[in-house]
């Protein structure tokens, strides 16, 4: 779906006309939006006959109530309100709304007509609206702004959301700002030198120092992984990504963009008279009683410098294997691999995946003061107490290979090493696992089997891998439907078809409907999706081989192995996922 759904060019006469009957006629001549839902399949006459019903019990709009029910999404209604009302559509996004233009209608107006200006071509306004068809809304708008006003659909979700940000941020650091306490954030001087003696714009207690502290503090509530500071034609965009979605924030004025960058620099400790090249740096700040690390990556634009911030804040991070929500088969196994004196144990996914928490609560799981624990990774994330944490550093040649030649030297237990990017890697990981040693590592590989298939890629052979590997665990994170906003829905037949969904057809299972709790997105918080595949005498035969991908997929199969596609339509049954979220994952054939 488009952001804009057919917005013709603004012309004078595409304005309804004063007296208001050529408005009148337009919605008049659209069809029921209940028969046009009806006639698409996105429902039933069952659905239909209750949500009317419902709708004159309740003395709302059709829609609406079909929302509200659940046998429809919101966004699902844009262009059947668009036919029905004869009127355009919109998703409302930061990049159709003028910041200057928001400020024509009053908070409380806006608030009260579900109704946010999106832009203004000569004299004539753009309004999203949650019903455009409302003449004295409209109205009233126009002798608010003294402009004429042409009416277009947007949903309420986003209207919602578009009125918290354009008004409550306001798109100015001193609205944003104001409702920051003192001892929100506090630096950790010891860590960063402050020397920002001729940096009048991002000195202590400028504005721009009060927004860079507000999207920190912001970002550690909201439980954002990163902090996004980009560049843009008409603003800077601030987005955090939760739950692994990336979401705008605010959008601070385009000229302030250069001081929150030098901000952040001047925090990380790095070259502020550096814009040509990327740069990367560390610091540490306590943001409300809790520590907070933050790895900082600058990267020059054509518009100039982007900045991500990675948050670590291990007060939300939990290493333990028991809270990750394996299933008690694959955490059994799991824990038996980690038992054993020797051999090579792989957690596979894509990046933000959760390959290092697991990582790191299987290596609290074993550590003891009688085993020598050393890592090597690249960056480390965390830091872990009697375990040995060595830094990559592939500028000083401290490569992967090369740090584990060390520390195979070192007299090591366990060894992790945060990824096997290549052959050198892999063939020294392969030969301290086959020489006595337990080895973890992770792969960038989409199921459990296709670990395998990589290692052969990069050259090792199969009868090595065979002997060296214990076992892969292959995972995602799958967002979970909000608690306070879940209801009961029936999945269209194109999803079920699409996830060769094999269970009852009249089933029903639960998504979100969108909610100030969870920001209108249906989800509020991650859980993992696990697939295990664990290496036993008939398996080692076959890997021995050098067999295919398809070969070793089908003996897992075979054997009672869950793919991440069945775990995903088992969390979606026990209602704490949707299979809209299912599909968005993507590990479906």
Request: glycine content about 8%; hydrophobic content about 40%.
């Amino acid at each position: 779906m488009n952001d804009v759904a057919a917005l013709p060019e603004v012309s004078n006469s595409d304005v309804p006309a004063r007296a208001g009957n050529s408005r009148r006629r337009n919605f008049a001549n659209g069809s029921p939006l209940g028969e046009r839902l009806l006639k698409a399949g996105l429902i039933s006459p069952e659905q239909l006959l209750s949500g009317l019903q419902e709708q004159t019990l309740r003395k709302q709009k059709l829609g609406e109530t079909l929302v509200e029910l659940g046998f429809v999404k919101e966004e699902d209604l844009l262009p059947f309100m668009q036919q029905s009302l004869g009127l355009p559509a919109v998703r409302l996004r930061d990049g159709l709304i003028d910041p200057q233009v928001v400020k024509l209608v009053p908070r409380a107006r806006a608030e009260a007509l579900s109704a946010v200006p999106m832009f203004k071509v000569r004299d004539t306004l753009t309004v999203a609206m949650v019903h455009p068809q409302n003449l004295h809304q409209v109205d009233e708008l126009e002798r608010l702004t003294k402009l004429k006003v042409r009416p277009v659909f947007g949903l309420q979700a986003d209207i919602r959301r578009m009125i918290q940000r354009c008004y409550t941020a306001g798109f100015e650091v001193d609205a944003i700002t104001a409702d920051l306490s003192d001892n929100a954030l506090q630096i950790d001087t010891e860590t960063v030198q402050l020397d920002i003696t001729d940096l009048g714009s991002i000195s202590e207690g400028s504005p721009v120092v009060n927004l860079v502290n507000y999207v920190i503090v912001q970002a550690v509530r909201a439980g954002a992984s990163d902090i996004h500071i980009e560049p843009g034609h008409r603003n800077s965009i601030v987005r955090f990504r939760v739950d692994g979605l990336l979401r705008e924030v605010i959008c601070p004025r385009r000229d302030h963009h250069p001081a929150i960058v030098s901000r952040v620099k001047v925090l990380a400790r790095l070259d502020i008279a550096e814009h040509r090249l990327p740069q990367d740096g560390r610091m540490h700040v306590v943001v409300e009683g809790h520590d907070i690390d933050l790895r900082v990556s600058t990267l020059p634009t054509v518009l100039g410098e982007k900045v991500v911030l990675r948050v670590l804040d291990r007060h939300n991070v939990t290493f333990n294997l028991d809270k990750l929500g394996m299933p008690e088969d694959v955490l059994s196994k799991m824990k038996l691999m980690l038992n054993k004196p020797h051999g090579l144990v792989l957690v596979t996914g894509p990046t933000g995946s959760g390959k290092t928490t697991t990582l790191y609560s299987a290596l609290e799981l074993i550590k003891s003061v009688h085993h020598n624990i050393v890592t090597v990774e690249d960056p480390v994330e965390y830091q872990l107490e009697l375990i040995n944490q060595v830094q990559a550093n592939a500028e000083n040649s401290l490569t992967f290979a090369n740090a584990l030649r060390s520390i195979l030297r070192q007299d090591p237990d366990v060894i992790m090493v945060g990824e096997i990017r290549d052959r050198e890697t892999a063939e020294v990981a392969i030969q301290a696992a086959l020489t006595g040693h337990l080895v973890l590592s992770t792969l960038h590989t989409n199921d459990s089997a296709g670990a395998v298939t990589r290692l052969l890629d990069m050259g090792i052979a199969g009868f090595k891998i065979a002997a060296a590997l214990e076992g892969v665990v292959a995972q995602r994170l799958i967002r979970t439907v909000c608690s306070k906003c879940r209801t009961q829905y029936y999945p269209s037949s194109e999803i079920l078809e699409m996830i060769h969904y094999g269970g009852d057809l009249r089933r029903q299972f639960v998504r979100g409907e969108g909610c100030d709790e969870c920001h209108d997105t249906g989800y509020r918080g991650r859980i993992g999706i696990y697939e295990m595949l664990a290496i036993g005498r008939e398996l080692r035969e076959i890997i021995g081989q050098d067999s295919c991908l398809e070969s070793i997929r089908r003996w897992h199969k075979q054997h009672g192995g869950r793919s991440l596609l069945d775990e995903g339509i088992r969390l979606a049954e026990a209602g704490k996922t949707d299979l809209d979220e299912v599909v968005r994952t993507g590990f479906f054939e």
